[in-house]
């Protein structure tokens, strides 16, 4: 269970909705891909990062070589972008999985302290408003019929 408890208030929720908004807008102009899109790509996975970094170095010691077409300073600002964002993206990433995990804990909580509760109430006989919850949790946790085994 949840060590502490944690009530956000409508003051601290605005904190957070708004340093949410001043992330995005400092992130500037984001890109958001289909999956069918996100499959078709031919990404920069680590192996690949290494590759693309060779190949970088090599087309600005050999500019002659290289179309300018290809736009060789685009390529490099966006290899500096992303070495300069992957931490932000590490810490994102931790800071979503503590929050995925609190709101896991803080529902565990609830549900937990629902259970009990109501096995009390169930207990204790004369409770009002005990059978419409009794039918609605009868069907939440009824189970299927078992299988017969066929040896």
Known sequence: MIEQVLDY??????????????LLEALGPLQAMTPAERRRLFKMGPKTETFCRQALLLMEANPDAVSPALDLPRAQTHLRSVD???????????????????????GVDVAERARIGFHVMRNSGAVKGLKPLQKHLGARYRRAPSRSRKG
Do not use: H
């Open 9 to 22: 208030d409508d003051d601290a929720l605005a904190r957070i909705d708004q340093a949410l908004d001043g």
């Open 84 to 106: 300069r964002l992957r931490p932000r993206l590490q810490r994102l990433q931790q800071i979503e999985s503590l929050l995925t995990d609190t709101i896991t804990l803080m």
